[in-house]
């Protein structure tokens, strides 16, 4: 099902009414009625592409015109591309930066304000382990969680004190939908082992309520994430060319 429905899932299970939004009315409407019946909770449904350049403005106009409060915002949407650039689609790689990096911050823009004033409210912004590091033949996806992490991590320490916390989630390889748009099934990464979406979403949201500015789940991830800190960028960067690179 992939972080992002399992994120509501959990949520769902401790109480939290939901707002959905995602591109697929039929499929969005579906999930909003499952949780809705499992967990006796009001979950709504926005249709809205959140990658269009007006796509997140709309969906925050949505929720002042219903007169909704939002005190938990879930930034989730996001996608990779694999290949050299010299031979990524352009416009694919612009709409996955407006995706990854100018929705999450229109929308944490526009509802931020709310919660500052009610002095109340959690944001959790998904990154992924690839926000530590450079990516070859990954180069724009890699950067824009780059710019997640540091979004992130920034805010929540401009943030501290107001009772507004913002935490970050990176995980690593996540069973999704994620290889399947990326095209990452052509790349050697695609013979590492992905863990289950639902535990990832669990430790993501105990560490937003927990307070937790940087969550990194698994034991492996973490002590991957150090690396940068400990060798020279260019040989991490080595490092993770050949896990990019393309299987021969």
């Known amino acids: 099902m992939g972080i992002g429905v ?8 401790r109480g939290h009414d939901l707002i959905l939004v995602a591109r697929s009315a039929e499929k969005l409407q579906a999930v909003a009625d499952r949780l809705s019946k499992a967990h006796g909770v009001t979950a709504h449904v ?19 015109a219903r007169g909704w409060q939002v005190d938990v915002l879930i930034n989730n ?9 010299t031979e990524t689609d352009a416009a694919d790689e612009l709409q996955m930066i407006e995706l990854n990096v100018t929705a999450l911050y229109r929308l ?6 709310g919660m500052v004033a009610r002095r109340r ?14 990516g070859p033949f990954m180069a ?36 999704s939908g994620f290889r399947q748009r990326a095209g ?8 590492r082992g992905q863990v289950e979406s639902y535990p990832v979403a669990v430790a993501g949201v105990d560490g937003l309520f927990g307070g937790q500015r940087v969550v990194v789940p698994g034991l492996k991830n973490r002590v991957e994430t150090l690396a ?21």
């Open 184 to 191: 990452t099934e052509h790349s050697k990464l695609t013979s």
């Open 46 to 64: 926005l249709v809205a592409d959140l990658a269009g350049s007006a796509g997140a403005d709309a969906v925050a106009d949505q929720v002042a």
């Open 6 to 13: 399992d994120l509501a899932t959990v949520l769902a299970e």
């Open 108 to 113: 944490t823009k526009r509802l931020l304000p």
């Open 228 to 248: 940068p800190r400990l060798l020279p960028r260019r040989m991490i960067t080595r490092i993770v060319r050949g896990a990019q690179e393309a299987k021969r």
């Open 77 to 85: 949407a996001g996608y990779g591309l694999f290949g050299p650039l």
């Open 121 to 134: 409210g959690w944001i959790m912004n998904v990154a992924s382990t690839a926000a530590f590091f450079s």
């Open 140 to 175: 724009v996806y890699y950067a824009t969680k780059n710019f997640v992490l540091s979004f992130s991590e920034g805010l929540a320490e401009e943030l501290d004190g107001t009772g507004v916390l913002v935490s970050c989630l990176c995980p690593g390889p996540t069973k």
